[in-house]
């Protein structure tokens, strides 16, 4: 078959899906990478050794409370805190995303939303169409996740104050939240899986439910992509209303009906602009019909944003944990004890001054250690 110049075209304009799936494997290579990095460091140090392999500290990407209590106390006194830092940039970077790039996190970097598409797939394979809740079913769980949100902004943003924050962050509970995170799904309680078993059920049977109804992260990037420069448009004048982009709409906007897609639920995943027939009909821009964008370049700053700011973070000493091997082996070896336990959400009291000399007291032995080790054991006295 001949390939006319409209179809190559055609081809071009939809290849940014082919180059969103890409993004999207590399971003969950990565997270399976470092899950492998960070068991194999963890099981060694519950071996009682010095770990061979180094912490990635991409882990603490899955840390998203103590990033939000890192990030205000850092608005509030200034002091960016190396217990999880690399939590607080993946973090700020997200929230970066939604203002500048819409929820471009959702549908181009988190693994959840990878997994969200393929449950979709999955329920349109057993109902053979897209099953769909009654507006005002739809708009009351909507409103679970900004509940959610607005707890966890309750709590943090307003009650807790500078001393508050302080205390969290350098509590032994912090420390190892990243430790005890994976321990909760290596050594899974019946009711936290019976919990998920039924989310994933519930994802099969209602589309996008996690994402649509209950992800106070999601929720966060909706209202900050209200803000966003960028919004997707629909030329009224060469549009010729196949509503094609209506039906790939994974969230169930009706775009054909609308100049300006401001909707929260919006992921930016560019599935509509992808299939629209006409050229610049649809498109993402920061104004109607000016400074229009393409969709690769959308693609390369959404990339860009991440890859810079961890690179950054890097350069300038505030990528990796200021937690030492040293003091992970200890934390390790005394996670059973109760102050590393937590009670809804509130760390137990402790002497933070007091904590924090044994833990600088601890670190500084590391080095005596590492050469304690090297060094050879003396040889026996010849006669």
């Known amino acids: ?24 494997y590399l971003f969950l ?20 050794i010095s770990p061979t392999v180094t912490r990635p500290p991409g882990i603490e990407a899955f840390l998203p409370i103590s990033s939000l209590i890192s990030l205000k106390y850092m608005l509030v006194t200034g002091i960016f805190n190396h217990v999880h830092p690399s939590g607080l940039i993946i973090f700020s970077m997200a929230l970066l995303t939604g203002l500048l790039l819409k929820r471009g996190f959702c549908s181009w970097i988190c693994p959840f939303g990878l997994l969200t598409e393929y449950l979709n797939r999955l329920h349109k394979l057993i109902f053979r169409k897209n099953v769909k809740l009654p507006a005002w079913l739809d708009y009351c769980l909507r409103s679970l996740k900004y509940l959610l949100l607005g707890f966890f902004l309750w709590a943090i943003a307003l009650q807790m104050n500078a001393v508050a924050l302080e205390y969290f962050i350098y509590s032994p509970y912090n420390m190892v939240a990243d430790i005890k995170m994976l321990h909760f799904f290596k050594n899974i309680t019946a009711f936290a899986f019976w919990v998920l078993v039924v989310l994933f059920v519930l994802s099969v049977l209602i589309r996008n439910f996690w994402c649509r109804y209950l992800c106070p992260y999601g929720a966060l990037l909706g209202v900050l992509s209200f803000l966003s420069i960028l919004k997707i448009h629909r030329n009224d004048e060469t549009c010729t209303n196949c509503q094609k982009c209506t039906r ?36 993402i821009s920061a ?71 044994m833990m600088q007291q601890i670190k500084e032995t590391q080095g005596e250690m590492r050469r304690t080790h090297l060094e050879p054991e003396p040889s026996s006295t010849k006669k």
């Open 1 to 24: 078959m001949r390939m006319t110049p409209g179809m190559i075209k055609q081809f071009l304009r939809a290849d940014i899906q082919w180059c969103r799936k890409i993004v999207q």
């Open 29 to 48: 290579t990565t997270v399976v990478i470092i899950g492998i990095k960070f068991s194999v460091f963890v099981n060694q140090l519950a071996s009682g």
């Open 248 to 283: 790939t709409c994974p969230v169930d906007i009706k775009i054909h009906i609308t100049s300006c897609v401001r909707s929260d639920e919006c992921h930016a995943c560019l599935k509509c602009v992808a299939v629209c027939p006409e050229k610049d009909t649809l498109y």
């Open 287 to 357: 104004s109607k019909r000016k400074a229009i964008l393409k969709p690769w370049v959308y693609a390369a700053a959404v990339c860009l944003l991440f890859i810079g700011g961890s690179m950054a973070a890097r350069m300038t000493g505030n990528w990796q944990t200021g937690i030492s091997n040293n003091e992970y082996l200890f934390h390790v070896r005394n996670l059973d004890m109760p102050f590393y336990q937590h009670n809804r959400g509130e760390v137990p009291a402790y002497n933070k001054d007091a904590w924090l000399r």
